[in-house]
Nanobody, 125 residues
Framework: QVQLVESGGGSVQAGGSLRLSCAVS????????MGWFRQAPGKEREGVAG????????DYADSVKGRFTISQDNAKNTVYLQMNNLKPEDTGVYYC??????????????????WGQGTQVTVSS
C-alpha cells in the first residue's frame, strides 16, 4: 500500500518561495514516477512537475519552468517541490502523486495512480 502525505504549503507574497514535501510510505522502487499536481480555484487539475525515481529525469509544465524544481531523497522516501518567484496564478491545492507504470515520461500526467491529500498554496499580489 502506497501512502503520500504533503506538507509545506502556506501563504506567501508574490516573489516569495515555498518548499513542499511529500512523504511516501513503502519502498522507493515500488513506483516509477513521482509528480506534483495543482488545482486552482475553478480550474482543472494540472501536472506541474514529474521525476523518474530511478534515473532522476525531470519534466515541468511550461508555466513553472525556471521557477520550480522537483527533487527526491530516496533515503527518506521523500519528494520535494521547491517553488521560487511565486506568482498569484500559482495559487491552488498541490498534490503529490505516484505512477506505477514503467514505460513513458513522467509528464504523462493522466497515468498517475496514487494521490496525497493535498496542501494549500496561496500567493498574494
Amino acid at each position: 500500500q502506497v501512502q503520500l502525505v504533503e506538507s509545506g504549503g502556506g501563504s506567501v507574497q508574490a516573489g516569495g518561495s515555498l518548499r513542499l514535501s511529500c512523504a511516501v510510505s513503502g519502498p522507493i522502487y515500488n513506483w516509477y514516477c513521482m509528480g506534483w499536481f495543482r488545482q486552482a480555484p475553478g480550474k482543472e487539475r494540472e501536472g506541474v512537475a514529474g521525476i523518474n525515481t530511478g534515473g532522476g529525469n525531470t519534466d515541468y509544465a511550461d508555466s513553472v519552468k525556471g521557477r520550480f524544481t522537483i527533487s527526491q531523497d530516496n533515503a527518506k522516501n521523500t519528494v520535494y517541490l521547491q517553488m521560487n518567484n511565486l506568482k498569484p496564478e500559482d495559487t491552488g491545492v498541490y498534490y503529490c502523486a505516484v505512477r506505477i507504470k514503467f514505460y513513458g515520461r513522467c509528464s504523462a500526467w493522466a497515468e498517475y495512480n496514487y494521490w496525497g491529500q493535498g496542501t494549500q498554496v496561496t500567493v498574494s499580489s
